[in-house]
């Protein structure tokens, strides 16, 4: 079996403690694990991330407080799952909206405009100039 490479996160334990709360020992792995998973989906979904980094058009603060907001709400659904409770009386009625139930990773849609991803908008023209076909 090949070994994988060695996973790089924008974020460590002590930047999530910053941004949330104290990690407790039992949830550091989980906490390590989920920071190079949000590391690696930032990488996936934003185009040329680390070069614009690198390059300076990115700041490298964007990434990791998006790495520690995905980290945050990926284990905050272990702790506070429902975000909304409804109740009736009569004919009994109750209703639970849940954060994250399976404790999903996701980027929101602000996030990714936010490292410059998304959808990209480009053109090709199809059409031949007529003035360059002549020549």
């Known amino acids: 079996m090949t070994s994988l490479p060695?996973?790089?996160?924008?974020?460590t334990l002590s930047d999530l403690t910053t941004?949330?709360?104290a990690i407790s020992p039992s949830e550091t792995t989980r906490?390590?694990?989920l920071l190079a998973d949000a590391a690696d989906l930032i990488r996936a979904s934003v185009p040329r991330?680390?070069?614009?980094?690198?390059?300076?058009?990115?700041?490298p603060y964007l990434p990791?407080?998006?790495?520690?907001?995905m980290v945050r709400r990926a284990m905050?659904?272990?702790d506070v799952p429902v975000t909304a409770a409804n109740e009736s009386v009569g004919p009994w009625s109750y209703g639970q909206t849940f954060?994250?139930?399976s404790g999903d990773m996701y980027l929101t849609k602000a996030e990714l405009r936010r490292l410059g991803g998304g959808q990209q908008v480009g053109m090709v023209n199809?059409?031949?100039d007529p003035g360059k076909a002549r020549r």
Request: glycine share 2%; hydrophobic share 40%.
């Open 6 to 11: 060695e996973r790089q996160p924008y974020a």
């Open 126 to 128: 199809l059409i031949p």
């Open 64 to 69: 990791l407080i998006v790495s520690c907001d």
């Open 76 to 78: 905050a659904a272990d």
């Open 49 to 59: 991330v680390d070069e614009r980094i690198e390059a300076g058009t990115l700041s």
């Open 19 to 21: 941004r949330w709360r």
């Open 99 to 101: 954060a994250a139930p």
């Open 31 to 33: 906490a390590e694990t």
